[in-house]
């Protein structure tokens, strides 16, 4: 709870209406972004991210089994995210220890990997696993790569208009 009050103390200007009661300080979220276009890309904070990477994978894939999403904002040097396969958990550590919050598009891609590993085990099936098998003791099977590789290549021909709606 300590670390995510970070992204509000991070916000570049204090509200126009004077100190902002925890409450109202999260309805802000408009404004911050805002602000923060003008400086840099946007970046939303980790609730929004959340909901944003839902939207995002639903339009690519509707998985069949559900998972939790920790966007974890504990600053990382070389590590990601990781998926937890018995409490079907998907984290993503959305700081990086020298460069501060990571681009957007990157947590989307750590996303999409750690989406992969969850689809891997949850509904092999999905992506002809006739051929590809989860390999014991292998941290990423061709399995793997083959449900990773198809997520981003829809995702990337949903960017291009070309994107084809997956049932
Ligand atoms: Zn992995």
Redesign the pocket.
């Known amino acids: 709870m300590a670390e995510r009050r970070r992204a509000d103390q991070s916000r570049r200007e204090p509200s126009p209406d004077g100190p902002v009661s925890r409450r109202t300080g999260r309805m802000a979220r408009g404004q911050v972004s805002t602000q923060s276009r003008r400086t840099k890309a946007f970046e939303p904070p980790e609730e929004a991210l959340c909901a944003l990477f839902m939207a995002r994978i639903r339009k690519i894939h509707r998985c069949k089994v559900g998972f939790e999403v920790d966007m974890n904002p504990r600053p990382t040097t070389r590590v990601l995210g990781g ?1 937890y396969k018995t409490r079907r958990l998907v984290r993503i550590y959305t700081n990086d220890t020298v460069e501060g919050r990571r681009p957007i598009e990157e947590l989307f891609d750590t996303f999409l ?2 989406v992969a ?1 969850h689809l891997e085990y949850t509904e092999p099936r999905s992506f002809a696993a006739s051929r590809c098998r989860r390999v014991p003791g292998l ?2 099977s061709r399995l ?1 790569w083959l449900i990773l590789g198809e997520l981003k290549d829809r995702w990337e021909r949903l960017q291009r208009g070309l994107g084809r709606r997956c049932s």
């Open positions: 998926y990997h750690e590993h941290m990423h793997f």
